[in-house]
């Protein structure tokens, strides 16, 4: 027998649509077992045992230092982290753009791989009817970024387009905008 290993791309790609395809079966789990009102709650669980855990007391310190010598600064690092941070949903090459103003930064996602994955799933499930084709987006990806936000009060939102998204980040409006110094 030969040995044909995937390359990394080919291991990602299916690990990403194995990794799609598990929220799919497991929002349709919820869905029919327990109510439409246990899918977000499901995944604020996730979101907050991952924000416990993988946010120690170590990075908000630094987060709240950082914050306090230069709000702008926090800001810049922020959107730098979620968009790195979230590569393994949004490849760098869905990004078509980012606005960015003192106090908002909008990330123009369009062609979204994890997106196109889902949507295609929920067909080959046959659960379009049951489940929305920004579902992922709604329960998943905005949410994580949502919690994630909560480190520097950063206020995180989606609008949701028919191959992307738009991420929004802004700090609060009763905030006063970032300034290089302090």
Request: hydrophobic share 35%.
């Amino acid at each position: 027998m030969e040995k044909d290993e995937w390359d990394d791309y080919h291991k990602y790609e299916v690990t990403l649509e194995n990794l799609v395809e598990n929220h799919i079966i497991l929002i349709k789990f919820l869905e029919d077992n327990f109510g439409k009102e246990a899918i977000p709650k499901y995944y604020d669980t996730k979101n907050e045992m991952n924000y416990l855990n993988k946010i120690g007391k170590g990075v908000k310190v630094v987060a709240k230092v950082i914050k306090t010598l230069s709000s702008k600064k926090f800001f810049d690092i922020f959107i730098d982290q979620l968009v790195k941070q979230a590569q393994y949903m949004i490849p760098l090459k869905c990004i078509t753009g980012i606005d960015y103003t003192e106090k908002k930064a909008v990330i123009h996602v369009d062609k979204c791989l994890t997106k196109r994955i889902f949507r295609r799933g929920i067909k080959k499930f046959k659960v379009q009817e049951q489940i929305s084709e920004n579902a992922f987006c709604k329960y998943n990806c905005i949410p994580t970024f949502q919690t994630y936000g909560r480190i520097g009060n950063i206020i995180v939102s989606g609008l949701f387009k028919e191959k992307g998204c738009d991420i929004i980040a802004e700090l609060p409006r009763d905030q006063p905008a970032p300034s290089n110094t302090k």
